[in-house]
């Protein structure tokens, strides 16, 4: 049966700028078996270029049709909603980007929708803003709902906290577009043209990824090389299919093996 991939990147390919041991030379496989792949991430700040860049130094040669980012699902989703419409952003460059190419209209008074993603560029003021646009009927929609990393020195907020905050102050609830929304799941699997039996996703959270895959009957693969541990899997009802250490020790032969088991 004919496979894919949807990859999560920091955790299973990256973590931090560091290459995880054997990532691209499972890239490489991938890419000399001709099995078609997408790097799948929350963060909306980055452009695909900007990730195409990043795993560059790291020595993995791809190109911006191999990403797929929460920015992109946000801007395909909104276009189908409201073609044409208008969003005031609380974000940066590879969400305003993909919500321009999306022929949406970024504008500073009556959007159709506020949009909150990553960035360190908005100020209170711009929240304030976005707070009178929602109580005046714009819609609020998340790129992400990722949570803050609670580690000191981390630069960015988690999506989660800002949305909380403009959450709070309207009494509106956010809709969040990223993973483990199907939103996402099910539009970056027909970015790569498959069917729900043809997907596998590989991810080190099983809050997003596998939480994800598992509610669309996709073959997931936990990777051990970045968040999750064997001892945290005993907290969720759920289970990945395949626990790997990290995808240089990933069996391909088994996963083509592997028979779908969607309850779907």
């Known amino acids: 049966m004919k496979k894919g991939f949807l990859i999560d990147m920091d955790g299973v390919i990256y973590g931090n700028d560091t290459l995880i041991p054997g990532a691209d030379k499972f890239i490489e496989k991938l890419q000399e078996m001709d099995i078609p792949f997408l790097f799948m991430t929350n963060n909306s700040q980055r452009t695909p270029l900007d990730a195409v860049n990043k795993v560059a130094k790291m020595g993995i040669n791809i190109s911006e049709q191999n990403v797929y980012t929460s ?72 790129t992400n709902l990722d949570p803050s990393p609670k580690k000191t020195g981390w630069t960015n907020l988690g999506i989660r906290a800002v949305v909380a905050m403009i959450e709070e102050a ?79 020790d990933l069996d391909l032969e088994e996963v083509f093996n592997l028979h779908n088991k969607s309850f779907a």
């Open 71 to 142: 920015a992109m699902a946000t801007a395909s989703f909104l276009s189908f909603m409201k073609p044409n419409g208008s969003a005031y952003v609380l974000g940066e460059g590879g969400l305003i980007t993909s919500l321009a190419r999306e022929g949406y209209n970024l504008v500073n008074q009556r959007p159709d929708f506020v949009v909150v993603g990553e960035g360190r560029n908005f100020t209170l003021e711009m929240v304030n803003s976005a707070v009178d646009m929602i109580l005046s009927g714009s819609r609020l929609i998340a």
């Open 170 to 248: 309207t009494g509106k609830k956010a809709f969040s577009v990223g993973k483990p929304s199907p939103v996402m799941m099910r539009s970056a699997r027909k970015y790569l043209g498959l069917e729900a039996k043809e997907t596998v996703i590989i991810g080190d959270t099983m809050d997003t990824d596998i939480l994800g895959g598992v509610q669309l009957g996709y073959t997931t693969i936990l990777t051990l090389s970045g968040i999750s541990t064997r001892e945290s899997l005993n907290d969720y009802a759920f289970k990945p299919d395949i626990i790997v250490d990290s995808v240089e």
